[in-house]
């Protein structure tokens, strides 16, 4: 076990590595956490997730644009692949993490929406199934299918586009009814979800995690 | 009063010269579902044929009464060109807009063939060009025409994210590479240029501070734009959608004729910062007002348009073209008699 000043001290290189995308020096924080002994989830939550809420904030007050989000992004990867797999179990709790199916549906290639929520999932601890852009609306129910995933994401930027998401619910409950469902993306409001039958709506990044947990809880609290 | 054909209505404003009353164009796609439908097509099939393309906006523009005509409506023709494929959803019922399904992953990859614009569709587009510029030799319409960013076109030939950390990243290789981009911008511009093009817009549609940081803006995008129009000699636009009040008066430096924005400026505080001698078009949210809005919604956001100081109302993006007929009326109506008074940087005669 290392000591609490030499955690601190890792935890707030991972933070800052984070923030100023410095990929190499997230990369030996992150090692060292492992050699000193410093649990890996706590060094993924209190390092690289608390580096990734401070860009956020950047984000939104426009201190950082896209690409500097996208490259914070890349740094906070490097992080969890090395940390990722010491992460046990018992470390997780029962706090309700779950899987992701997320894509853009078909026809539509705005994809930068997608991807940031797509990172936020990431940060908080989710397993992710990327699609992409452009994703054909069957690949949505075959890809919940085959990896159990308790949430669907999709992201629609257009109308049209987001017309193929009723399409993709109803497929979608069809094989299997216990799966929470969510939206987003610019044209798709709170109203739009809900009457296309939809169980949560975030219209931004900083919110989408949060419904996706309590969605889940209500899905758990379902099947008990 | 003379009434001026919608030619050179255009032509004058672009020469800042008075005009009878505002025109009504754009520069970007202005194809509807009710000339889609009266031609007996389908959405789909106005990307492949010359003569589809050239009578849907035909038949849109005098459906509506519009000052002219502008082709194409998919921003897939040139990626297409580079051997990158399109995606045209023809079996789908329903406007789905064209994509690109093959991007390049690597920059090292990127290859611009010599004889591009013989490739893909551009031929056919050509066509469907010279078919409206022989229709409108009356001066019945101008015909316009655009060409995506380098920063935007780069993004439909390589991954965007790849692009846009390269910024940062590969700052060296991106640069070289959107220098590419804006040599093929160039040629695609001055193409139909010469095909007789009476204005072009160049869409550097993704760039906006929704994206991109104003100082990377000024760095990396601003010099290819100047490039580009330097070079160009028929009247040009610079359009970005999205976020410019931050770039708004960096858009200006970039020796356009006039510039456009969208909605999400404040149009009448870059009135302001850009005085009353630059022409500015923009910037009422099509889909917004167009398709989903109340008709009664119409009148009162296309005055302020032109109460903010627009020069010319333009939509912020495409037409999207399901739009509703009464509203569209109502958009042209609005313009034609309102926009009778003389704008910030056009007087009347
Ligand atoms: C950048 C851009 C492009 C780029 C896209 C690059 C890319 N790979 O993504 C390019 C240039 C390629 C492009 C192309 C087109 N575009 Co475009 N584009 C935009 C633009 C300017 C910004 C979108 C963006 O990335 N914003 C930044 C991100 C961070 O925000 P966001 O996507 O909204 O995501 C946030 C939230 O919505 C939410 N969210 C998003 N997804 C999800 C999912 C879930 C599950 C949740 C919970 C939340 C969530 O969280 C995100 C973060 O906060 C918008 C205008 C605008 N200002 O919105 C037009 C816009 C989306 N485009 C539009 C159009 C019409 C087109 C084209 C059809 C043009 C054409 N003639 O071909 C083509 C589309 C081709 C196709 N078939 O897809 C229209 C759509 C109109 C409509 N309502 O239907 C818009 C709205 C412009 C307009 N005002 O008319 N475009």
């Given at each position: 076990m290392a000591t609490e000043e030499v955690r601190q001290e890792i935890l707030k290189t991972l933070d800052e590595g984070v923030v100023e995308y410095e990929e190499d020096q997230v990369k030996e924080a992150a090692q060292r956490a492992l050699d000193e002994g410093v649990n890996a989830y706590d060094a993924v939550m209190n390092g690289l997730a608390a580096g990734m809420e401070k860009v956020g904030n950047l984000y939104d007050q426009q201190e950082y644009f896209v690409p500097e989000l996208l490259m914070c992004a890349d740094a906070l990867y490097i992080g969890l692949d090395?940390?990722?797999?010491?992460?046990?179990?018992?470390?997780?709790?029962?706090?309700?993490?779950?899987?992701?199916?997320?894509?853009?549906?078909?026809?539509?290639?705005?994809?930068?929406?997608?991807?940031?929520?797509?990172?936020?999932?990431?940060?908080?601890?989710?397993?992710v199934h990327d699609l992409g852009r452009d994703v054909p609306l069957e690949q949505f129910v075959e890809e919940q299918l085959r990896t159990d995933s308790e949430?669907?994401?999709?992201?629609?930027?257009?109308?049209?586009?987001?017309?193929?998401?009723?399409?993709?619910?109803e497929m979608i409950r069809e094989r299997n009814p216990n799966v929470a469902i969510m939206l987003g993306g610019a044209p798709v409001t709170k109203d739009t979800a809900d009457l296309f039958g939809a169980d949560g709506y975030a219209e931004t990044a900083g919110n989408a995690v949060q419904e996706a947990i309590k969605m889940i809880s209500q899905l758990r609290q379902m099947q008990a | 009063m003379t009434e001026m054909t919608p030619k050179e209505r255009i032509t004058k404003l672009f020469k800042k010269e008075p005009i009878d009353t505002m025109p009504i164009f754009s520069g970007q796609g202005m194809v509807t579902v009710q000339a889609i439908e009266k031609m007996g097509i389908r959405f789909a099939q106005v990307h492949t044929s010359a003569k589809y393309l050239a009578r849907s906006a035909m038949v849109t523009a005098e459906m509506f009464d519009f000052d002219a005509v502008i082709i194409p409506y998919d921003l897939c023709n040139i990626p297409e060109a580079l051997g990158r494929g399109v995606s045209l959803y023809d079996e789908t019922e329903g406007i789905l807009y064209p994509t690109v399904p093959h991007k390049w992953d690597k920059i090292e990859d990127v290859q611009i063939p010599?004889?591009?614009?013989?490739?893909?569709?551009?031929?056919?587009?050509?066509?469907?060009?010279?078919?409206?510029?022989?229709?409108?030799?009356?001066?019945?319409?101008?015909?316009?025409?655009?060409?995506?960013?380098?920063?935007?076109?780069?993004?439909?030939?390589?991954?965007?994210?790849?692009?846009?950390?390269?910024?940062?990243?590969?700052?060296?290789?991106?640069?070289?590479?959107?220098?590419?981009?804006?040599?093929?911008?160039?040629?695609?511009?001055?193409?139909?240029?010469?095909?007789?093009?009476?204005?072009?817009?160049?869409?550097?549609?993704?760039?906006?501070?929704?994206?991109?940081?104003?100082?990377?803006?000024?760095d990396m995008i601003k010099p290819n734009l100047v490039r580009i129009f330097e070079t160009l000699s028929c009247p040009t636009v610079n359009h970005i959608c999205g976020s410019t009040d931050l770039i708004i008066e960096m858009m200006n430096e970039c020796g356009a004729d006039a510039i456009s924005v969208d909605h999400k400026n404040t149009t009448a505080e870059s009135r302001k910062k850009l005085g009353d001698d630059v022409l500015l078009f923009g910037d009422f949210d099509p889909y917004g007002l167009l398709v989903q809005g109340d008709v009664s919604n119409v009148e009162p956001v296309i005055k302020k348009c032109i109460d903010d100081g627009v020069d010319a109302v333009w939509p912020g993006c495409d037409l999207w073209p399901d739009v509703k007929k009464e509203n569209v009326d109502a958009y042209v109506?609005?313009?034609?008699?309102?926009?009778?008074?003389?704008?910030?940087?056009?007087?009347?005669i």
């Amino acid at each position: 076990m290392a000591t609490e000043e030499v955690r601190q001290e890792i935890l707030k290189t991972l933070d800052e590595g984070v923030v100023e995308y410095e990929e190499d020096q997230v990369k030996e924080a992150a090692q060292r956490a492992l050699d000193e002994g410093v649990n890996a989830y706590d060094a993924v939550m209190n390092g690289l997730a608390a580096g990734m809420e401070k860009v956020g904030n950047l984000y939104d007050q426009q201190e950082y644009f896209v690409p500097e989000l996208l490259m914070c992004a890349d740094a906070l990867y490097i992080g969890l692949d090395i940390l990722k797999p010491h992460i046990t179990v018992e470390d997780l709790g029962d706090k309700p993490k779950g899987q992701v199916v997320i894509g853009t549906v078909q026809g539509d290639v705005h994809d930068i929406g997608k991807n940031i929520i797509k990172l936020m999932f990431e940060v908080a601890g989710f397993t992710v199934h990327d699609l992409g852009r452009d994703v054909p609306l069957e690949q949505f129910v075959e890809e919940q299918l085959r990896t159990d995933s308790e949430i669907v994401a999709l992201s629609a930027m257009m109308t049209t586009t987001m017309m193929g998401m009723k399409k993709v619910i109803e497929m979608i409950r069809e094989r299997n009814p216990n799966v929470a469902i969510m939206l987003g993306g610019a044209p798709v409001t709170k109203d739009t979800a809900d009457l296309f039958g939809a169980d949560g709506y975030a219209e931004t990044a900083g919110n989408a995690v949060q419904e996706a947990i309590k969605m889940i809880s209500q899905l758990r609290q379902m099947q008990a | 009063m003379t009434e001026m054909t919608p030619k050179e209505r255009i032509t004058k404003l672009f020469k800042k010269e008075p005009i009878d009353t505002m025109p009504i164009f754009s520069g970007q796609g202005m194809v509807t579902v009710q000339a889609i439908e009266k031609m007996g097509i389908r959405f789909a099939q106005v990307h492949t044929s010359a003569k589809y393309l050239a009578r849907s906006a035909m038949v849109t523009a005098e459906m509506f009464d519009f000052d002219a005509v502008i082709i194409p409506y998919d921003l897939c023709n040139i990626p297409e060109a580079l051997g990158r494929g399109v995606s045209l959803y023809d079996e789908t019922e329903g406007i789905l807009y064209p994509t690109v399904p093959h991007k390049w992953d690597k920059i090292e990859d990127v290859q611009i063939p010599e004889d591009f614009l013989t490739k893909g569709r551009l031929p056919m587009i050509d066509e469907a060009f010279q078919k409206l510029k022989a229709e409108s030799e009356d001066g019945k319409f101008a015909v316009g025409s655009y060409v995506l960013g380098p920063f935007t076109m780069a993004g439909q030939v390589y991954e965007l994210d790849l692009l846009l950390k390269g910024l940062r990243k590969d700052r060296e290789r991106v640069l070289a590479f959107l220098g590419q981009m804006t040599d093929l911008v160039i040629k695609a511009a001055k193409h139909y240029e010469a095909l007789g093009a009476d204005y072009i817009s160049i869409r550097e549609m993704g760039s906006g501070s929704d994206l991109l940081s104003p100082r990377m803006w000024k760095d990396m995008i601003k010099p290819n734009l100047v490039r580009i129009f330097e070079t160009l000699s028929c009247p040009t636009v610079n359009h970005i959608c999205g976020s410019t009040d931050l770039i708004i008066e960096m858009m200006n430096e970039c020796g356009a004729d006039a510039i456009s924005v969208d909605h999400k400026n404040t149009t009448a505080e870059s009135r302001k910062k850009l005085g009353d001698d630059v022409l500015l078009f923009g910037d009422f949210d099509p889909y917004g007002l167009l398709v989903q809005g109340d008709v009664s919604n119409v009148e009162p956001v296309i005055k302020k348009c032109i109460d903010d100081g627009v020069d010319a109302v333009w939509p912020g993006c495409d037409l999207w073209p399901d739009v509703k007929k009464e509203n569209v009326d109502a958009y042209v109506q609005t313009i034609r008699t309102y926009g009778k008074q003389a704008s910030p940087a056009v007087g009347r005669i």
